[in-house]
């Protein structure tokens, strides 16, 4: 652990720059502003979280392997940056008693889909480390296994309010990291693509905004069609 302070210290421009810091209280606001423009869920009020909260979530971000952030020695593994990135909604389902038999029963499918996303992803790349998100895979089978699981990933936000627009930070940048985290892969394949046309340079501070404003259409398209069962949920 001392290790780990001593080295966010030493990378300070992650902490409170980017891709942590100001650079996600930023993009939380804005894509809470955009999912609420765009009426899929409203703004409302929440159980009052305490500053604490919002760390688990930060700390993804600060950590997530985007560039053009300098590089940095610790990362994270997708089963951690999931249960961190969780936190704020464990923390609320805790002040308010739990959940009910019915209600559990509604969130077993989104998290089935959610982990049989990144079984895909971790599979596809030999890897759990978030860092091996944007290392595209030669191999086809390998490509298609990613993306699926990229999009299994994606599916499973909308029922889970990972396309909120909460009032509460934490909740706003725990949208923001369950969007991050697939992004890197789309990341990847773009780097992929392009890096024989445009310098690496460049595409690195291009491509983490383009990639999550594509999840983020992606995901309009999905809360969209899930409306109704989510309703009837």
């Known amino acids: 652990m001392n290790e780990l302070l001593g080295a966010l210290g030493l990378a300070w421009p992650r902490l409170l720059i980017y891709p942590g810091g100001l650079a996600a209280l930023l993009s939380a606001w804005v894509l809470s502003r955009w999912w609420s423009y765009a009426g899929y869920r409203q703004l409302r009020s929440v159980p009052a979280l305490s500053l604490i909260d919002l760390l688990p979530p930060l700390v993804v971000l600060t950590l997530l ?22 936190w704020p909604r464990l923390r609320i389902l805790a002040r308010s008693g739990g959940l009910a038999p019915e209600q559990l029963r509604t969130l077993i499918p989104p998290y089935a889909l959610l982990l049989i996303g990144a079984g895909a992803m971790a599979t596809a790349l030999d890897s759990l ?24 990933w994606l599916a ?3 029922a889970l309010g990972g396309t909120t627009a909460e009032l ?5 940048l725990r949208a923001l990291t369950l969007l991050a985290i697939p992004a890197l892969v789309l990341i990847g394949a773009l780097a ?31 809360a969209r069609v899930s409306e109704p069962w989510l309703r009837r949920a």
């Not at 509460?168 to 706003?172: D, M, N, S």
């Open 65 to 86: 392997p985007l560039p053009p952030a300098r590089s940095f020695p610790y990362g994270l593994d997708l089963p951690t940056a999931l249960l961190l990135a969780e």
């Open 129 to 152: 480390e978030l860092t091996a998100l944007t290392r595209w895979p030669a191999a086809l089978g390998d490509q298609m296994l990613l993306g699926i699981g990229m999009l299994f």
């Open 156 to 158: 499973a936000l909308p």
């Open 168 to 172: 509460a930070w934490a909740l706003r």
């Open 192 to 222: 992929a693509l392009l890096n024989a046309w445009i310098p690496a340079a460049i595409l690195g501070w291009v491509l983490p905004p383009l990639a999550l404003i594509g999840l983020a259409l992606m995901l309009a398209g999905l």
